[in-house]
């Protein structure tokens, strides 16, 4: 069974929005207490972080999408947050949430972005 549960994920013109979202299954309170991050895929690509929320909140984001994606925490509901705006094709690709620094174990399947007119 998967740990952590990724949705939100589908097809978007460039410039659009996405909100894609990362929830912990059953009683595991992993992104509810720590850091966690948001990675993405493109195809041929390795995996990369795109962005990272620690356990004051503080935030970091990679620089190719800093100023266009936010990302955020929702402990009451156990959840984490991507807000994609603005993207662009470069955006496409398989994003996954994770502890970071990632754990394995906590990989799930991720969803898929592709960004394309």
């Known amino acids: 069974q998967e740990k952590l549960v990724e949705s939100g994920g589908g097809l978007v013109q460039p410039g659009g929005s996405l909100n894609l979202s990362c929830v912990a299954s059953a009683s595991d309170n992993i992104p509810r207490y720590n850091t966690m991050g948001w990675y993405r895929q493109a195809p041929g690509n390795e995996r990369e972080l795109v962005a990272r929320?620690?356990?004051?909140?503080?935030?970091n984001y990679a620089r190719s999408v800093e100023g266009r994606f936010t990302i955020s925490r929702d402990r009451d509901k156990n959840t984490v947050y991507l807000q994609m705006n603005v993207v662009r094709p470069e955006d496409t690709g398989v994003y996954s949430c994770?502890?970071?620094?990632?754990?394995?174990?906590?990989w799930g399947r991720g969803t898929q972005v592709t960004v394309s007119s």
């Open positions: 929320i620690d356990r004051g909140g503080r935030i």
């Open positions: 994770n502890l970071w620094p990632s754990v394995d174990s906590y």
